[in-house]
């Protein structure tokens, strides 16, 4: 499911609202997809990113962002 506006998401340690997403990664969102029943969103569109958002413990619920350019600049 594909959502243009944002939805607040949380794991074990931290809640992520709009405001507090954009101050981790340093850039504005734009959209963010979720894949089936899943609470927490697999990517997220920000001006000049895609993120990929990674589960990263079995154990806990945890994530971290894997930002990748959107545009980048071949020379």
């Known amino acids: 499911m ?12 931290e809640t992520y609202t709009q405001e507090a997403f954009e101050e981790t990664v ?7 997809m979720f894949k089936d029943n899943e609470n927490i969103p697999c990517y997220i569109w920000t001006v000049n990113y895609v ?3 990674k589960k990263y413990s079995k154990v806990l619920n945890d994530i971290s962002f894997e930002k990748i350019p959107r545009n980048p600049v071949c020379e």
Request: charged share 25%; aromatic share 14%.
């Open 2 to 13: 594909m959502l243009c506006e944002w939805k607040s998401f949380s794991t074990d340690s």
């Open 51 to 53: 993120i990929i958002v």
């Open 26 to 32: 340093g850039d504005e969102f734009e959209a963010m």
